[in-house]
DNA sequence: CTATAGATAATCT
DNA sequence: GATTATCTATAGG
C-alpha cells in the first residue's frame, strides 16, 4: 500500500478509488474488491460526523489516519469510513461500493445470496459483506484484519453530489467509478 | 425501470 | 423528541 493517507479527504477519496479492500475471515480468505464508490467528509461540511467537534461517537475520526471509523445508523446499519488527513481534523472517505474480486462465495453467503450486482452497491452492505461491525471501529489498516493495496490499474471517475444527506449537498465530493 | 413506505436505535438537541 | 453518511420489499409503469 502506497497510497498517502495523510493528504486531504477530497482528493485521498479520488485516490481511494481503485484500491482494494479487504477484510481476513477467519478460515484466511481474504474477502472484499476494488473500491469503486467513496465520498469525502471533513470537519468544514455540516454534513459530518465530525462537523461539531469530537464526541465519543467521532473520536476515531479525529485520530491518526490508517483507521477505520465505523458509525450505526437508521437503527440497524454499519458504514466504514478510512479516517484521512493530518491526525486532529477529523476528515474521513466513507467506502460506499466494491467490486467483489476475493471471497465471493462468503461474500453471497453474508449478503443472504442477492444478485452480484447487489452485493457491494452501498455502503451498508459492504460492511455486511466483509463482516464490519462496532467491534471493529479504530482498527488499523494493513494491521489486523483489514488489508488496503494500491490499484493495479487507475480508473476513471465522475464527481457527483454525496447520498442521503440534507447539508452541504452543493458540494461534489462522492466520487464513482465508471 | 422508478417511487415510496417501513423498519429501528444511537446520537444529539 | 427529532434526525439519521441506509436497505429491502412492494407496487406501479
Known amino acids: 500500500m502506497n497510497i498517502d493517507l495523510t493528504k486531504d479527504a477530497v482528493s485521498t477519496a479520488k485516490k481511494l478509488i481503485g484500491c482494494r ?27 459530518s460526523h465530525s462537523y461539531k467537534g469530537k464526541t465519543p461517537r467521532t473520536e476515531v475520526m479525529f485520530g491518526p489516519a490508517g483507521h477505520i471509523y465505523v458509525y450505526f445508523t437508521y437503527g440497524m446499519h454499519w458504514c466504514m469510513n478510512i479516517v484521512v488527513g493530518e491526525e486532529g481534523r477529523g476528515e474521513a472517505v466513507l467506502i460506499r461500493a466494491l467490486l467483489p474480486d476475493s471471497g465471493l462465495d462468503i461474500i453471497r453467503k453474508r449478503r443472504n445470496n442477492k444478485q452480484d450486482h447487489e452485493l457491494t452497491n452501498g455502503p451498508a452492505k459492504v460492511c455486511q459483506a466483509l463482516s464490519v461491525t462496532g467491534a471493529d471501529n479504530g482498527a488499523e489498516l494493513n494491521k489486523g484484519r483489514f488489508v488496503l493495496l494500491s490499484p ?17 449537498r452543493h458540494r461534489l465530493w462522492r466520487f464513482v467509478a465508471k
Not at 30 to 41: F, H
Open 21 to 47: 479492500l479487504y477484510t481476513i475471515a477467519s478460515d484466511g480468505t481474504r474477502v472484499g474488491g476494488i473500491i469503486t464508490e467513496t465520498e469525502a467528509y471533513n470537519q468544514d461540511d455540516a454534513a
Open 152 to 168: 493495479k490499474h487507475a480508473l476513471v471517475f465522475e464527481a457527483t453530489e454525496r447520498i442521503g444527506i440534507t447539508k452541504d
